[in-house]
């Protein structure tokens, strides 16, 4: 898989730009807030369907901007593809086309431009709270499976709708929860199957990577969390979904008081252990660096074995939060594929790659 080149019109702070790439490293270097991660953004948004910054698309439209322009020439599964997105300020809805087939969702570009992204906030991501968690665990598996990404939309769409109805709190519209849950509970089974499947994979295979950055010394473990009554998220579906379904009684009262919805795999987690003690408590912060690190070179690792192709790696001003160990641990590993790193610095990198300068939104 090769990122040819990166065409933006009105995205961020760029009014219109293009970046060409070369195969192996590209080094997109420039001052803060000069426009470098927006670059990266922009690639990522075109592998997923979603910035990783904001879940407001309106706020990647350069402002007074109408609207914003991303297109991109790759060669990806055996051939030279072209993936365009079109965001609009007002309420109409973005346009996503592959190879000038204008798609239903996101899901259709599924898989096309496979990417793993790896940023500040990523490590620490052992030690938040379990959305960011699970926001890594479905941006891998939108990529590597359409009908997940198919799946997910649809959940959140639903679980959306029910809690527009909890919110309104009347009691009259309570009429249409059963049928909401009724939803939830077949969609949501899906989801569990294939996020339990995935962090075993993606368990197994960080394990390998930590030992090595480790020294053999430490052994990373990853527990799949979801709903309490679920003591088995690999049961076939009818069972999950009864489960699910009795979980989801259990927790109508509450939610209607609460005004929330409690009950779902919207609300699933994962557990990172070093030698059998949770990172969350016990981790220091060497430790769950290394730990991110190694979970992040897992998941390109499984996305290569799932598509056979290389995905592209996205790395956004993190070597210079990692001390020169960890530097060097990461760097090693980027002797095959595409990768693309943001620093402000080229320092020790100069010689690994193509330089990109980026001043006040304008490549030069």
């Known amino acids: 898989m090769q990122l040819h080149n990166l065409y933006l019109r009105g995205f961020r702070n760029y009014d219109e730009a293009q970046a060409d790439f070369v195969p192996g490293v590209n080094l997109i270097v420039g001052d803060n807030a000069n426009g470098k991660t927006n670059l ?6 075109l592998s997923t369907g979603h910035a990783f910054r904001t879940r407001k698309e309106s706020e990647l439209i350069k402002f007074g901007a109408e609207f914003a322009e991303l297109e991109a020439r790759l060669f990806s599964q055996e051939r030279e593809q072209e993936l365009r997105a079109v965001l609009f300020s007002g309420r109409r809805p973005r346009q996503i086309f592959l190879n000038g087939v204008k798609q239903k969702s996101a899901a259709g570009i599924s898989g096309v431009l496979t990417s793993v992204l790896f940023c500040p906030e990523d490590l620490l991501i052992l030690k938040k709270g379990a959305a960011p968690r699970r926001k890594l665990l479905d941006s891998v598996l939108c990529q590597m499976r359409p009908n997940y990404a198919l799946a997910l939309g649809e959940y959140s769409r639903i679980l959306e709708q029910k809690a527009a109805v909890l919110r309104e709190a009347v009691p009259s519209m309570y009429v249409l929860l059963p049928d909401y849950n009724e939803r939830l509970v077949q969609i949501g089974a899906i989801l569990i ?83 059998g003690l949770p990172m969350a408590q016990f981790a220091s912060q060497g430790q769950t660096r290394t730990a991110t690190i190694s979970i992040k070179l897992a998941e390109r690792e499984l996305l290569k074995r799932d598509t056979d192709e290389e995905p592209l790696l996205l790395l956004d001003d993190v070597l210079s939060e990692l001390d020169a160990g960890r530097q060097d641990f990461v760097l090693n590993h980027l002797r095959s594929g595409q990768v693309f790193i943001t620093c402000c610095e080229t320092d020790r990198l100069t010689e690994i790659g193509q330089v990109i300068r980026i001043e006040n939104g304008s490549v030069l």
């Open 40 to 45: 990266l953004e922009a690639i990522s948004y």
């Open 193 to 275: 199957s294939y996020r339990a499947r995935f962090l075993q994979s993606l368990a197994e295979c960080a394990s390998q990577f930590h030992r090595e950055f480790s020294g053999d010394r430490e052994m990373l473990t990853m527990q799949y969390k979801t709903v309490s009554n679920i003591d088995d998220p690999f049961a076939p579906l009818e069972i999950l979904r009864q489960k699910l379904s009795e979980h989801m009684q259990s927790h109508e009262r509450a939610e209607r008081e609460s005004a929330q919805c409690l009950s779902g795999p919207h609300k699933d987690d994962f557990e990172a252990a070093l030698n």
